[in-house]
């Protein structure tokens, strides 16, 4: 129920820029060697993957993304690298449609382990026929909106609070916006 070149893209754009973070924080290369090489493996699998794919990644490669970098969020955050609040914008996207999704399904009395398309992307690509638009929109979200927000997080941390909220506060309402079109 994925979309082509989604996780892919998301995983590139992420990895690189919490890479970019923790370069202006001086933390030390091995993490910063992880983070590219994950960034670089979605970016090369990417290439077969973006609409129309060629090549799926299915459950296991997604869940594998995500544990990776949960991985990475735990040892930079652990390590005092990168904030919590850094990750939570970087992921915005991705949390904020998960969460929403959830939780719409769940106050609506419906199974929430039940299979279904009404996640925003899944609802955008059946509404656009394309899943390349959705994935280049959330390229564009992430680059425009959410990488400069961490960035300045990340430069005040004593403001991490009110970034964070601001981050998210549009893409939810984004996500209600899309219940309409479902």
């Given at each position: ?80 690298l ?23 399904r ?67 309402a ?9």
């Amino acid at each position: 129920d994925g979309i082509d070149g989604l996780a892919a893209s998301e995983a590139v754009v992420v990895c690189f820029a919490a890479a970019g973070v923790l370069v202006i924080n001086n933390a030390g290369g091995s993490v910063i060697f992880l983070t590219i090489a994950l960034a670089g493996s979605a970016l090369g699998f990417l290439v077969w993957n973006w609409s129309p794919a060629k090549l799926f990644m299915g459950d296991s490669g997604s869940v594998f993304l995500g544990f990776s970098i949960g991985g990475l969020a735990l040892i930079t955050t652990q390590g005092e690298l990168l904030t919590i609040s850094v990750w939570l914008i970087l992921l915005a996207v991705f949390i904020a449609d998960a969460s929403y999704t959830l939780s719409r399904r769940l106050f609506t009395g419906q199974d929430i382990f039940q299979a279904h398309r009404s996640h925003g992307y899944q609802i955008l690509a059946d509404h656009w026929a394309s899943h390349a638009k959705v994935s280049l929109l959330y390229m564009g979200i992430n680059i425009v909106w959410l990488v400069p927000l961490a960035i300045a997080a990340n430069a005040w941390p004593q403001l991490s609070l009110v970034i964070v909220i601001t981050a998210y506060v549009p893409l939810l309402a984004m996500m209600a916006k899309l219940d309409n079109l479902a």
